[in-house]
Structure formats: structure tokens, C-alpha cells
């Protein structure tokens, strides 16, 4: 099986202005001709099996109404990818939101966490909870950085199903890490990691087929192997890593023999 994996799109029509985001970091007006030539890359060159998004599709205004029509923008043209194509929600999506239902219809989901079998693999999406009591600083981060009881409790009985290896997809880190480094979050570490991170991985590392867990949010590209499971890091598309006004572009692809998992890091340029 052949993947394509993206991620933190960051899309918005024009800079949000008081949205607590250092705009600068995310070239938002670039996004559209990453996105439009991504697509045209994955269509015409790669022809992967699955193309699959890890959240943040937006650059939220923290504007409930201008949020919505921004989600409906990109995911249209998202719509353009003949490979089938599935995405994680981000915190930026749900900022203004008080539940994530109206995000899962947008998308076509009757639930943010759910699992596809394709080519023999279990692929696995692990969507975020919104708590309406929490504020929608630091772009909602503390908002949205839980995956429900209810979704656990979801993950348990789908694996005792299942036989197939196993991929894991979600927004938010899970491995411990420290972010030194990070432009985003080296003084603020567990804002980019979900919060009950080791409830899942008591749930998933116990699966001896699982192959890799893939997460964005942290707007860098890296690997962590921890406690024999290997995560993967992909950073945004739009994000000015560089400090040179070019979005870093990156993507990976990922291609799967039996339990053979070989990442290749790319750079869509403009």
C-alpha cells in the first residue's frame, strides 16, 4: 500500500487578525497553490492508494460563521484528490466550535474517529473532543486536546475486531517529547501533545501489528520510537520553517510492504 500524508494546511482567505497566532509562521496566503499543486503531484505522479490529512485544515478566525466557510472552501478543493481521502480534525477546525459534529458533516463523517480497511491494512482515526467550557486561547489547544472516553472505549472493541496490521492517524502528538527546538511549543511542550496520550498508548501498543502512528500539529518533521512503536511527525505545508517566506511544503510518502514500513519526506515547491 502507497500513502500520501499531509498536514496543518492553515488555509484562510485573507490573515486573521487577533486570532492569538503568530500569523507570520503560517504563509496562509500560499496555501491554495501548495494545496492545488500537492493534489496535482498525488493525481498524476504518485497515484497512492489512500491520501490522508492529519487536521488543522484552516487558520481559524476564531469566528464561528467565517471558520465554516473557510472548512467548506478547502474541503472542497480537497475533493479534487482522486485517491481515496480521509482526514483528521485539528484544533484550529474546532476552535469555534462547540462540538465537532458540524465539522463531521462538512467532512462526510458520521464520527470523527472511525477505521477503513484497504489493501489489508487497518487504518485508524482518532478524532478530538470539544470542551465548550474551555476558552479558545492559544488556538484552542487546552479546547480540544482530549480524545473522549467514549472514542477509547471505541478504539478497545475496533481493535479486539480486528486482525489486520494497523496504522494510526490523529492531530496531536502521543509520543513523549520534549520540543526542544521547536519554534511552536519548546516552552509550552504538552500543548502539542494530546492529554491523555497514555490511555491510548496502553490501548494501541499492546497490538503487535501495529505498524506506525502518524500525527501533525507540530509544525516540525521528525521520528520517535518509543517503547518499540514508531511515531511519525509530519510539519505544515504553509509553515515558514525557513524564516524565508516559503512554506516548507512537506508531505510524506509512505509505502508498505507486509510489515515494512518505508517513509520518504518531500517538499511540494512553489
Known sequence: MKLVIFSDIHYAPEPPVNNGSIIERKLTEQSIPVVKKLIDEINNSIKPDVAVNLGDLIEDFNDHDKDIINLNFIWDILKDIKAPFYSAIGNHDLRSMNSRKEVEQIMGYDNATFSVDIKGYHLIFLG????????????????????????????????????????????????????????????????????????IKDIIKKQKNLLAVFSGHQHWTKKVTEDGVDYYVVGSLTENINDDGIPDGVYFVVDIDQDEVKVTEDHIRL
Open 128 to 199: 478530538l473532543t470539544v470542551d465548550s467550557q474551555i476558552g479558545t486561547a492559544e488556538g484552542g489547544i487546552q479546547k480540544t486536546r482530549i480524545v473522549s472516553n467514549e472514542d477509547l472505549e471505541w478504539l478497545k472493541h475496533d481493535l479486539e475486531q480486528n486482525q489486520l496490521p494497523i496504522i494510526v492517524f490523529t492531530h496531536f502528538g502521543i509520543a513523549e517529547d520534549e520540543m526542544k527546538g521547536n519554534w511552536w511549543f519548546e516552552k509550552c511542550p504538552n500543548s502539542a501533545l494530546l492529554q491523555n496520550r497514555k490511555e
